[in-house]
T-cell receptor, first 113, second 116 residues
Framework: EDKVVQSPLSLVVHEGDTVTLNCSYE??????LLWYKQEKKAPTFLFMLTSSGIEKKSGRLSSILDKKELSSILNITATQTGDSAIYLC?????????????FGKGTKLSVKP | DTGVSQNPRHKITKRGQNVTFRCDPI?????LYWYRQTLGQGPEFLTY????????KSRLLSDRFSAERPKGSFSTLEIQRTEQGDSAMYLC??????????????FGPGTRLTVT
């Protein structure tokens, strides 16, 4: 069965710290891995990683896909209180469920001033 | 606002009542998805449409749940004879193809259902 496991489940840091969030997955015929940020509402899209795009960066956020290890990391440098949120990892495959996202439980990040 | 919209944002109902939620996707997106999210969990897939065709339903979608997208634009999700276990955030998302493949999904604000 397809699944996504994220770690840690929660994390508390201070402003200015660098954090690394982990995501490992098992999916039939992997197609893409996506990171979302969820505050007190709907998930907002951050990055999508595929076989042809294994590294993405936007400002202080960056993500790398390791297809050999079936995992991804999301790095946030110089954290700010506004980074406090739940970070969700999701995958899609070319298998029976084409297109729907399989999510992990998320990592709750709290950034203290 | 050209994002995904959902109505109502909050719904409180008594057990046994029927409820209906609406989702309006981003206008050029032809795929529409429904997810359910409970506290401490990531969203769980329920069903999705490509245009007006419902292409897949999750095992989570019991017979009390039905979804429609009659004209390939907005969609409705109905829950009949609600149970307390149906209390959750119901999220809608939409996506569109690039290079013939469907990619990132954009989520609406969700409808929070509370069944008392």
């Amino acid at each position: 069965e397809d699944k996504v496991v994220q770690s840690p489940l929660s994390l508390v840091v201070h402003e200015g710290d660098t954090v690394t969030l982990n995501c490992s997955y098992e999916v039939t015929n992997f197609r893409s891995l996506l990171w979302y940020k969820q505050e007190k509402k709907a998930p907002t899209f951050l990055f999508m990683l595929t076989s042809s795009g294994i590294e993405k960066k936007s400002g202080r956020l960056s993500s790398i896909l390791d297809k050999k290890e079936l995992s991804s990391i999301l790095n946030i440098t110089a954290t700010q209180t506004g980074d406090s949120a739940i970070y969700l990892c999701a995958v899609t495959g070319y298998g029976g469920s084409q297109g729907n996202l399989i999510f992990g439980k998320g990592t709750k990040l709290s950034v203290k001033p | 606002d050209t994002g995904v919209s959902q109505n109502p944002r909050h719904k409180i109902t008594k057990r046994g009542q029927n409820v209906t939620f609406r989702c309006d996707p981003i206008s050029e997106h032809n795929r529409l998805y429904w997810y359910r999210q409970t506290l401490g969990q990531g969203p769980e897939f329920l069903t999705y449409f490509q245009n007006e065709a419902q292409l897949e339903k999750s095992r989570l979608l019991s017979d009390r749940f039905s979804a429609e997208r009659p004209k390939g634009s907005f969609s409705t999700l109905e829950i009949q004879r609600t149970e307390q276990g149906d209390s959750a955030m119901y999220l809608c998302a939409s996506s569109h193809p690039r290079d013939g493949l469907f990619y990132e999904q954009y989520f609406g604000p969700g409808t929070r259902l509370t069944v008392t």
